[in-house]
């Protein structure tokens, strides 16, 4: 909000250079955004905080200032003299809702004459960028940006049976407000009218027909209370935000209604001439009780850890304009009328605090207990697979929790659909991610225009599902891989990413994570590539999928190229991770290692043969590792050759070569009866 | 057989003994080891004529001259200074290194962690809660009522079912006050959502949540706190300043600055020449809040602050749009290894 510096002197004295003024306001709660100067005068943007409309103001962050700088404050002229006509004999006032409207005061300025402002007028309002409309106009606005106060004229020849109606709108009425938009009105909605109609939206616009123009002759002043929920909520409802309704929506102040009328009626009979009517309308249905608060000193030195004295305490309060009784404790303290953030002692600490200055205060560390809980099994979870997913070459994404409405479709035509965002930022993103991975595709697709040639993303986030009663969030884990396989170095032959990419870096996760055991099996995924898409479990559990994305999915994200990628759902994982890892004893002799050339038929799994070698063998088999699979010239069309080495190892004893020798054979003997498979070179 | 095996060890010796440098060494090596025409090659190949009674005593003679000769090369290179080996393609060590690349955790990951062992280091415990919220938790609860004018800081994204996408972490706060009983030390850290998108916002973001209550916390544990957070994040020599502001939570409120971390606190464009940094806010528990939980708000008191994540891997990092950080691409994230 833009503060003249000149318009504030009028007020308090300020001898200070604006920057150090800046400084002491925002160490006072009142944080200064910027200065401007200008040849004969200096422009302050101050952030004010919701709670303190009284600070939206010249009058009342000059009474802040003077408060700092324990300076008195010099308020405007503002009492009428007696002597005028009676205003209740031209016009009049009724209340009916009183709980929307606590106070209503008015007061005519008859034989007015409209025209522009005087200089001085236009150029106050002109410094805080405020257009002059007309003097009495202008002269309302000026009580508004000095007294913090919204007024409404009327021109009292246009309002019905000159009768002012505070009540609730009737269905269907219509009003044409200042900015010329056409309004229908609805019920809850707190209106001035006249005998026979609206004609402001009360505490927000007024309306086109009762408005001051040049043929204005008598004024009808407005100067009121309004509620704050009722204005907040009309307001929003009518799309709608003025300086009156930001100001009635924090609260205006009930006993500045009429020091505002006063103030606006005598400026408007400077600028544009006119008697005053005296005495003003009050109608007050609703007086607001004078609000004593409980104050202890010592609970202020608690609360703040810091030993500050009654004696300043009690003045920091009365400067800022509070009643303060310190008879006995605790205080009672009475807050200014205009104070309404102000409802219990430990608002009063805080302008205490306020007033002294938070650097005043010490720094301390609290000396707690501990908590040795640390990180929630979820959040360790999270970490791990993080962990894992970075060893795997993957780099870390984030995207938005909101998707297309069509993503969730895309991975799954017949679910119950995404949850839904009723006031969308934009359309494109008007619904949560049931999976992460549209996103990433996103992501791929992105990079791909950069021209990067090895694309490896994930991301862990949270995926959102619709349920009854309420959503349910689920954490979850998905990669994509693309392009150039890993790593990339000079040395290496260049080779595209493939299905085993994704499966080996699901699989360095389970081992990671200690998820045993992590089973593959061959499925129909939707989104994936028949063929190439594997559901991924553990002990029955479905932990998620891997494999080849979909050619038509990544299509619909304008991807042309083949993608490797899977979704884990972590919460899951995290059933399945194993808790602590129990430390096995290290061989105690040595490992025998046979390496076979087995050569299969089409068709033959590597887990078929995997488990005929552990079976068959009948000695402990450590590890069954394959370290090449060849297919061409010496390997009969359609079989490929398989190169395994066995790694026997026995708990108790050496394994001699014979009984090695043996187990080979068994093996080999059984490949062959089940599975049809020989041993390379070992034909004849 | 075996005597001559002897006389080309001393040979060898001896021609060993005077090779001075790399080069003669490797000499030495060919006229002992050649493939075609080494001394000791020829002895290996002699073997296979040897008769088969005195085979075994011959190949071993044999064997273990190899042995001494291949020994006795492998010392005398090593000692002659040199890595030239003549017969090896020569070696360029300007080419990159080669290392299994591990992935980069996303720059809002890494500052999150810092926060989080920060947190633990203290001794508190983690909290989490969920993104969609109720009214009770994300306004209600933190004595931001129904059309209160507060509402309008958070804009706010709504769900069917009068839901909400939690505007700040603050709801875990509540959910931490009604689980567990005082002394309290908590931090949550995780995702917000503002309806709002610009070069500074982001529709999408984290916050840090910190929460303690205890008997006898004040307003100085908070300074306290705080301070030693942003100099464990920032630097040692960082100054924290407090404000006055307003949060319908806590009373008193305060928005908290670290002096500027590019200019020291002198002034410059980054700090809009105020010599500070805004970070985030914090303030006194309220009591109205204490009582939604059902807590004594006169026996215990508590402090909570709050940042963006954001915010401080901006700040850090040097990044001037937000936006950056949601883009996902490699380009950006493979500037933060780690």
New interface residues.
Partial sequence: MRFSQGWLAEYVTIAEEPARVGERL????L?LD?IERLSDDCLYDFDI????PDCMCHLGLSREYAALTDQPLRPPPGTIPPGGRPTQEIASVVIETPDLCARYTARCVLDVRVGPSPDWLRRRLESIGQRSINNVVDATNFVLWELGHPLHPFDLDLLEGRRIVVRRARSGERLRTLDGVDRTLAPEMMVIADAAKPVALAGIMGGETSQITGRTKRVLLESAWFD??SV??TARAVGLRTDASHRF??GADPDGAPAALDRAAQLIAQVAGGSITSPALDVYPRPFPRRLIPFRPGRAR?????GIEDFVMRQALARLGFDVETGQEPWSVTAPSFRA?IE?E??L??EV??QRG??A??????V?????????A??RTQQAA?RA??????????????SERDDGLRLDPDGPGP???????QEG?AS?RTSLLPG?LR?LA??LN?G?EA????EI??T?HRAAP??V?RQRLAFVMSGRG??T???LPPREVDVYDARGAVELLGDQMGVSPLEFSSDRIPFLEEGCALRVTSAGRLLGVVGTIGASLVGAYGVDRPVQGGELDLDALSQACGTVRRYRPLPRYPSVRRDLAIVAPPGTAFAAIDRVIRSAGRLPIADVRVFDLYRGPGVPAGCCSLAVQIVFQHPERTLTAQEVHESVTAITTVLSRELRATLRGAEG | MESRVEEIRRQFDHDLARAADAASVEEVRTRYLGRRAGLVTALLRDLREAPPARRAAAGKAVNDLKAHVESSLDAARASTHSTSRPAREPIDLT??G?????????P??QVRSLI?EIF?D???????G???ETDFYNFEALNIPT?H??R??QDT?????G?V?RTHTSPVQIRAMQKRRP????VALG?V?R???DITHS??FHQVEGL?V?E??????L???L??FCRRVFAPDVT???????F?FV?????YDISCIFCGGGGCSRC?GSGFIELGGAG?V??AVFEKVGYDAERY?GFAFGLGIERIAMLKHGIDDIRL???????F??QFPG
């Fill in positions: 925002t160490a006072a709660g944080p910027g905080v919701t709670n303190r704050p929920v907040r909520r929506e924090r608690d609360l703040l850890g810091f953030d219990r430990v608002d600490i805080e605090a306020r938070y650097d205060i010490p720094a301390a560390l609290p707690l207990p501990n908590l040795d809980e640390g990180r929630a979820r959040e993080r997913a970075q060893a795997a070459g993957l780099s870390e994404a984030m995207n938005y929790s909101m949850v839904n965002i009723t006031n969308p930022l993103a949560l990433l992501n992105h990079n950069h990067l694309i490896h993303l994930f986030g949270t959102f309420l959503p969030e890993l790593p170095h000079w040395s | 080419l990159p080669r290392a299994q690349r591990p992935g980069t955790i996303h809002i990951t989080e633990l203290m001794g508190y415990v983690l909290e989490s969920p993104e969609i059309h004018p507060a309008d800081m994204f709504y769900l069917e079912g839901l996408l002394p309290i030390k908590m995702r959502f309806r709002d998108a529709p999408v303690v205890a006898g916390i004040t307003f100085a544990h300074k306290g706190t301070e030693h924290l300043r407090l404000r006055p502001s307003y319908p009373e008193p409120g305060a928005e809009k006194m309220h009591p008191t950080l949601y883009e996902n691409d490699l380009r994230l493979s």
